[in-house]
């Protein structure tokens, strides 16, 4: 089982609708939680952490499931640029960053 | 400002020759990793460093090699022996704690000639 996956879609969307996107991890000692957004060739950037308790920056909403292991990113009111590759990070205690393979979102008129 | 500086941002090499990837960081960072990206794929981890003169194998490390001589430097040779070096190459830090983000550069794109 891979310690991080995700769905590699790609999600089509029409613009102003809601897309979630899941991310499950294997290693219950998983300490930190990361969405990353990547556009075509560039680096990925923080978009937003996760916390236990849920957390939400405008129109983005991240959870966490430690129970289930996985964590969740919820866009609401897609917008065209909002189209990219999201990716979900998790970070164990031994300071090793651990990527998931992506999911593409892509928001048409 | 602080940052990531990964360069060059492109690299061409012919078959058969070492060629090294700078990554320098000025964020007071201890950790420091490489991850290899190929079109469409996701991020593997290739080497990461916790501190200092130390630094572990990640997923994909055969091919490569590291060096942390310094804090701020974390530059990564590919070698003869990678057989499929064209890719994305990007470089990363983050603090020790690991409860933070991690910083990227902008990337250096390797292409074997």
């Known amino acids: 089982r891979k310690e991080v996956e995700q769905d590699p879609g790609p999600f089509n969307v029409p613009e102003g609708a809601t897309v979630a996107f899941n991310c499950t991890y294997s290693?219950?000692?998983?300490?930190?939680f990361f969405w990353y957004r990547q556009d075509c060739r560039k680096e990925p950037k923080l978009l937003m952490s996760v916390y236990s308790s849920g957390n939400e920056d405008g129109r983005f909403t991240a959870q966490l499931n430690r129970a289930s292991q996985y964590i969740s990113l919820l866009i609401r009111d897609s917008k065209l640029s909002d189209s990219a590759t999201y990716l979900c990070?998790?970070?164990?205690?031994?300071?090793?960053?651990?990527f998931g393979t992506g999911t593409r979102l892509q928001v048409f008129p | 400002d602080g940052g990531i500086t990964q360069s060059p941002k492109y690299l061409f090499r012919k078959e058969g020759q070492n060629v090294t990837l700078s990554c320098e960081q000025n964020l007071n960072h201890d950790a420091m990793y490489w991850y290899r990206q190929d079109p469409g794929q996701g991020l593997r981890l290739i080497y990461y460093s916790q501190i200092v003169n130390d630094f572990q194998k990640g997923d994909i490390a055969e091919g490569y090699s590291v060096s942390r001589e310094k804090k701020e430097s974390f530059p990564l040779t590919v070698t003869s022996a990678q057989k499929n070096p064209t890719a994305f190459y990007l470089c990363?830090?983050?603090?020790?704690?690991?409860?933070?983000?991690?910083?990227f550069g902008q990337g250096t794109r390797l292409t074997v000639v």
């Open positions: 990363a830090s983050s603090t020790h704690q690991g409860d933070t983000e991690a910083f």
């Open positions: 990070v998790v970070n164990l205690n031994t300071d090793k960053l651990i």
């Open positions: 290693n219950s000692a998983s300490q930190s």
